[in-house]
């Protein structure tokens, strides 16, 4: 069944999935490359971003490469439901480095939808234990590197790039 959502475009539940098909694969593509996590754990994350997306509660994902504490690389998934202007690109350019002492941090955020309700009609709808974040994902210690776009009619994910 096909869920319309109206803000200034309308897209439908499909668009979000094949927005999401796109950001999993990248997250596939950054597991595998590092080995920081399984390709289960990705689609475990991506199948949440996906829950969080089609019912209009995430605003953004961020994910961190970190060796040791340090970043080292990082993208970010911002969330645009007015993506009709853009153009979609392919997932890629995401073969990150092997690095010894390395794990990945994924932080989302959510909109304003989000309330106390909101989460508990989607608790046992995901598949991580999301808990709260204080860390910093400014990436001020990176320089932006590209990005990416991935659009379906007016939903989109812009993909923004960081690296050492």
């Not at 694969?25 to 199948?47: F, P, R, V």
């Not at 153009?87 to 990150?96: E, H, Q």
């Not at 991580?128 to 994902?137: F, L, R």
């Not at 939903?155 to 690296?163: I, S, V």
């Amino acid at each position: 069944m096909s869920q319309t959502r109206t803000a200034s475009a309308t897209y439908t539940t499909t668009d979000v999935e094949n927005v999401v098909r796109r950001v999993k694969a990248d997250l596939t593509m950054i597991a595998d490359s590092t080995g920081a996590w399984t390709a289960t754990e990705a689609a475990n994350y991506a199948h949440d971003i996906e829950v969080l997306a089609k019912a209009g509660y995430l605003a953004w994902v961020d994910l961190t490469l970190l060796q040791y504490g340090v970043e080292k690389k990082a993208v970010r998934f911002n969330v645009d439901t007015d993506a009709g202007g853009l153009t979609t690109s392919r997932p890629g350019g995401v073969l990150w480095p092997r690095l010894s002492g390395a794990t990945l941090r994924i932080v989302i955020s959510y909109t304003a939808a989000y309330t106390e309700e909101a989460r508990r009609a989607t608790s046992g709808k995901l598949k991580i234990g999301w808990t709260t974040s204080y860390d910093d994902t400014s990436h001020s210690s990176l320089s932006s590197s590209g990005g990416r776009n991935y659009v379906s009619s007016s939903y989109g994910m812009q993909r923004k790039d960081w690296a050492a």
